[in-house]
T-cell receptor, first 118, second 115 residues
Framework: EPEVTQTPSHQVTQMGQEVILRCVPI?????FYWYRQILGQKVEFLVS????????KSEIFDDQFSVERPDGSNFTLKIRSTKLEDSAMYFCASSSPLEGFAYNSPLHFGNGTRLTVT | AQSVAQPEDQVNVAEGNPLTVKCTYSVSGNPYLFWYVQYPNRGLQFLLKYITGDNLVKGSYGFEAEFNKSQTSFHLKKPSALVSDSALYFCAVRDSGAGSYQLTFGKGTKLSVIP
């Protein structure tokens, strides 16, 4: 069964450094997302991406964050200057128009990248 | 605004017994409701969804959920629990009236199935 793959599985960085989290969504999917899960807390929406542009973003997704789909297969999340509070598990997800409309199709998640900011 | 509540942090059930994991929601329009399961060090896996139609939806691994509009609930159920069902379960909602791609998750319920 096709999977969403994320790399790296664990990233340690120093405060103020830039990080890029990488994702390869399922190949025929058209909607892409980033969510994060701070340890012991709920899963939070960051951003959705469709047709090569951001379709929606949350209050968490400030100017320090950006997303890109540079080559038609990868989908990246960049944090420009990391803060301690950015430490979390970051999940990439994608969904397919074959499984419903964008609003009601299920998300397929990767295994996540654990980001630790020291 | 859309929101989800999972009132139980943890549910313990004996193997072979029926299990229920509770979820209530709040939306302004009609809800699109989902259940996901998370095993340790893994991403969230889709179990089932309710969009419209029959209030009882069946999903993966023998799980089902019942949509109750009057009680704004979407409880996850399974007739006979397995030890391998032990995991973290998340309920999630999208508001059909909001025009939003955002899926709002509950805080999760840890299910422990005791042999």
């Amino acid at each position: 069964e096709p999977e969403v793959t994320q790399t790296p599985s664990h990233q340690v960085t120093q405060m103020g450094q830039e990080v890029i989290l990488r994702c390869v969504p399922i190949s025929n999917h058209l909607y892409f997302y980033w969510y994060r899960q701070i340890l012991g807390q709920k899963v939070e929406f960051l951003v959705s991406f469709y047709n090569n542009e951001i379709s929606e973003k949350s209050e968490i997704f400030d100017d320090q964050f950006s997303v890109e789909r540079p080559d038609g297969s990868n989908f990246t999340l960049k944090i420009r200057s990391t803060k301690l509070e950015d430490s979390a598990m970051y999940f990439c997800a994608s969904s397919s128009p074959l499984e419903g409309f964008a609003y009601n199709s299920p998300l397929h998640f990767g295994n996540g990248t654990r980001l630790t900011v020291t | 605004a859309q929101s989800v509540a999972q009132p139980e942090d943890q549910v313990n059930v004996a193997e072979g017994n029926p299990l229920t994991v509770k979820c209530t929601y709040s939306v302004s329009g009609n809800p699109y409701l989902f259940w996901y399961v998370q095993y340790p060090n893994r991403g969230l896996q889709f179990l089932l969804k309710y969009i419209t139609g029959d209030n009882l939806v069946k999903g993966s691994y023998g799980f089902e959920a019942e949509f109750n509009k009057s009680q704004t609930s979407f409880h996850l159920k399974k007739p006979s629990a397995l030890v391998s069902d032990s995991a973290l379960y998340f309920c999630a909602v999208r508001d059909s009236g909001a025009g939003s791609y955002q899926l709002t998750f509950g805080k999760g319920t840890k299910l422990s199935v005791i042999p």
